[in-house]
C-alpha cells in the first residue's frame, strides 16, 4: 500500500505520480530539497504581484479564497461554508485603508459582526484606516508576503519529477505542521517550477485536529501581472460600527 505522502502526490496529480515518487537520501539531498524550498519562497516574495486560491476544509467548515496581491496591496473574494451556511467577502487594501463587503452570514462569520447587525451593513462597505488597532495586521493579510507565508513544509523529503497544469514541475513532499492542533503533523506536498529560480506552483497540505482532519491548498499563478486597486467611496468607518454595537 502506498504511503500517506504519496498518497497525497497521488491525489494532487493522478495515481501515475507514484511511479516516480522517489525517497531522497539523508544528508546531501535532503539539504538540496530543503534548499529549493528556501529559494522559491526567497523567489516568490522578490516577485511584483501574484494570483492565488487557497481552500481549507475542516469537517463541515470550509472557506475559499480567492486573491490578487503585491507588497502593499491586494483584494480577496471570499467564501465561507459552515453546514448549509454560505457567506461572501470582498476584502480590498489599498492606499492606507483596507475595506470589507459581504453579505450578512458573511459579515457575522468572517468579520465578527453580531447577527443582529450584520443585516444592516450587508453590501456595504467598511473600512477600517491606517490609524485603527489592529490595522497593520488585517493589511498585512492581504499583501504578496502573507500569501507566500502559507506555505509551510520541512523535511524529511521526498521528491518526484512531475507534469502538472500542463508544464513540468518538481514535487517535493515533506511533512507540515500549518494544519494541526497541538504538536501534531500532517503530510504536505510542494509543487515548484522547474526553472534556474524555482517558484511555487501548488502547496497542498493535511492536518491532523481534535475532532477530525483539516485540508488545504494554495495554487499561484500570473506571476507579476499588474494590479489596478481603486478605493470605494463612501465606505463606513469600522469605528462606527463597533460603537454601535456597543
Known amino acids: 500500500m502506498p504511503s500517506t505522502r504519496s498518497l497525497l502526490v497521488a491525489v494532487a496529480l493522478g495515481a501515475g505520480a507514484l511511479t516516480t515518487l522517489s525517497a531522497l537520501p539523508a544528508g546531501a539531498a535532503t ?16 516577485q511584483k504581484t501574484v494570483h492565488y486560491v487557497a481552500t481549507s476544509t475542516y469537517s463541515t467548515r470550509s472557506i475559499v479564497i480567492t486573491g490578487d496581491v503585491s507588497a502593499t496591496e491586494g483584494q480577496q473574494q ?13 476584502n480590498l487594501l489599498v492606499g492606507s485603508a483596507v475595506y470589507f463587503k459581504g453579505d450578512a452570514y458573511g459579515l457575522t462569520a468572517y468579520l465578527g459582526l453580531p447577527s443582529s447587525l450584520a443585516p ?45 497544469g500542463g508544464q513540468k514541475a518538481t514535487a517535493l513532499v515533506g511533512l ?3 494544519l494541526s492542533t497541538g504538536k501534531k503533523v500532517g503530510p504536505a506536498t510542494l509543487f515548484l ?3 534556474t529560480t524555482p517558484l511555487p506552483i501548488r502547496f497542498v497540505g493535511i492536518g491532523h485536529q481534535s475532532k477530525g482532519t483539516a485540508h488545504g491548498q494554495v495554487s499561484y ?26
Open 120 to 164: 444592516t451593513y450587508a453590501g456595504k462597505w467598511i473600512s477600517v484606516t491606517s490609524s485603527s488597532q489592529g490595522y497593520s495586521s488585517i493589511a498585512q493579510s492581504l499583501t504578496l508576503s502573507s500569501a507566500v507565508d502559507q506555505i509551510s513544509i520541512k523535511g524529511p523529503y521526498k521528491q518526484a519529477s512531475v507534469s502538472t
Open 193 to 195: 517550477t522547474q526553472a
Open 221 to 246: 499563478s500570473n506571476w507579476n501581472e499588474p494590479l489596478n486597486f481603486t478605493a470605494p467611496t463612501g465606505a463606513i468607518p469600522a469605528s462606527s460600527i463597533s460603537a454601535a454595537a456597543g
Open 78 to 90: 471570499v467564501v465561507l461554508h459552515y453546514g448549509k451556511n454560505v457567506g461572501h467577502m470582498t
Open 176 to 178: 507540515t505542521s500549518s
Open 31 to 46: 539539504s538540496s530539497a530543503q534548499s529549493q524550498v528556501t529559494a522559491a519562497l526567497a523567489a516568490a516574495n522578490s
